[in-house]
């Protein structure tokens, strides 16, 4: 019984080592996705800026209940955006509102990887209170 605990521990260590062993800063020519950035997208102005001009549209926009809200979007290489979805909503006729708001909002400074613009997701956690 011991060895079996011992082979199962062993086992599961090698693991987590050779986890940590994988690159962190590369684009995977497979998949196409990003595993690290180099700078991350970003709004110009920063952030604050971004809650500064959604929010008060969203006060205006509909009564709704307090609460926390998940939004992820794909920022284009362009710093548009695109694929608008909520991961964490209140109700969906204001989710759909929230979505058009951030769709509406002005192009995003994007991602960079290597000096050139990438796609990448962004999530935005939004508190409405």
């Known amino acids: ?12 260590h090698t693991l987590v080592f050779y986890a940590q062993e994988k690159p962190v800063d ?15 997208p970003e709004y110009p102005g920063g952030l604050k800026k ?5 929010g008060p549209k969203i006060q205006r926009s509909m009564r709704y209940t307090p609460g926390k809200m998940i939004v992820t979007f794909i ?7 695109t694929n608008i ?7 969906e006729k204001f989710d759909e ?5 951030i769709a509406g909002s002005p192009k995003w400074k994007p991602g960079q990887q290597e000096g050139k613009p990438i796609r990448a997701q962004y999530r935005l956690p939004l508190n409405l209170r």
Request: aromatic share 6%; net charge positive; hydrophobic share 45%.
């Open 1 to 12: 019984m011991k060895k079996i605990a011992l082979l199962i521990i062993f086992a599961l």
């Open 26 to 40: 590369t684009l995977t020519k497979k998949t196409g996705k990003v595993i690290g950035l180099q700078s991350v």
């Open 50 to 54: 971004f809650y500064d001009l959604i």
């Open 75 to 81: 920022v284009e290489t362009d710093g548009s955006i």
């Open 85 to 91: 979805t909520t991961v964490q909503g209140i109700n």
């Open 97 to 101: 509102r929230v979505r058009e708001i």
